[in-house]
């Protein structure tokens, strides 16, 4: 059988709404820990991200952009987008 990724998502999608409790807390506890790894991923990621930019804004390899620039290129996009 050979079922997509889709179609079981589905299927699982429409059994957790419908199932009891105890069939409900089965699945979980199946699933539990990589459950909590999917919701955690990006957490390092990110961290490690902004440590990153913000050492190069401390040690001046990015200079980053002055507020009033910043302010004029949301005013130019907005503009663009949405005219006057």
């Not at 179609?7 to 999608?13: G, N, P």
């Not at 790894?37 to 990006?42: A, D, L, M, R």
């Amino acid at each position: 059988m050979n079922t997509s990724s889709a179609t079981i998502r589905h299927k699982l999608y429409d059994y957790i709404r419908v199932a009891d409790n105890k069939r409900f807390h089965a699945i979980y506890n199946l699933l539990e820990s990589e459950i909590e790894q999917t919701n955690e991923w990006w957490k390092e990621q990110l961290v490690k991200e902004l440590d990153n930019r913000y050492q190069a804004l401390k040690t001046g390899t990015d200079t980053g952009f002055p507020t009033s620039q910043l302010i004029e290129s949301i005013y130019k996009l907005r503009t663009k987008k949405y005219g006057k």
